[in-house]
């Protein structure tokens, strides 16, 4: 295979790819970040301290990062049938993608939250500040830089699920690898998806440290 016959697949392969993950992202983060976060004011001596629903949100979350993405795919396609219509194409994808993630992220942002002083949120509870207060003003603002490494280590695990979506109706890098690459035994192309998806890797990973380093820079000096 040439090079002007693979630059096609390579791009749409990559719009796709980049189409999922996005997607998925954003679904992931406004999914993950209240179910992170009342994780932790659910847990002993958070502010909304509930031991059933700390424990039943540890558990769903907990079933949600047992399963092999691979399975989870398999298992959720009358779940995105029922929602997009399809469970093929690079739309459909976003459902199991969002799902499969949300579990890993959710508890990358308790992780994050749970760094934040203890002290500030005392002073909040002591204040009379009440939830919207201590999420708004202490817990997020404090683990900002946390939460956004958090986000570049999620996008990151996406792109390498979207790979796998590839085996089961989905689109992108994956599929092309798999529908080229390996059943058509073009090693050329194997390689070159390769490449593409160690930079796509790269330059998230280049951003969200710059973001981080340049968060942390700002806090030292405020």
Do not use: C
Not at 35 to 48: A, F, Y
């Amino acid at each position: 295979m040439t090079w002007s016959e693979m630059q096609p697949l390579l791009t749409q392969g990559t719009f796709d790819t980049l189409y999922m993950v996005l997607w998925s992202a954003l679904v992931t983060i406004l999914g993950g970040l209240p179910i992170g976060i009342l994780l932790v004011l659910t847990d002993k001596g958070g502010m909304l301290q509930n031991r059933a629903v700390n424990k039943i949100l540890g558990v769903i979350v907990n079933m949600g990062r047992s399963l092999p993405f691979i399975i989870l795919l398999i298992f959720l396609i009358p779940v995105t049938t029922a929602i997009v219509g399809t469970f093929i194409g690079p739309t459909a994808m976003i459902v199991p993608l969002a799902i499969g993630a949300i579990p890993f992220f959710a508890r990358l942002v308790e992780t994050a939250v749970r760094e934040v002083d203890h002290g500030l949120i005392e002073a909040v509870e002591s204040m009379g500040g009440g939830i919207p207060t201590l999420v708004g003003k202490v817990l997020l603002p404090q683990a900002l830089p946390s939460l956004i490494a958090a986000v570049t280590t999620t996008v990151i695990t996406l792109i390498g699920y979207s790979a796998m979506a590839g085996a089961v109706g989905g689109e992108g890098l994956g599929s092309k690898a798999i529908t080229y690459g390996f059943q058509r035994f073009e090693t050329g192309f194997m390689f070159a998806t390769v490449v593409v998806l160690i930079v796509l890797v790269t330059v998230i990973q280049l951003i969200g440290d710059g973001v981080v380093r340049l968060l942390a820079r700002r806090g030292r000096t405020a």
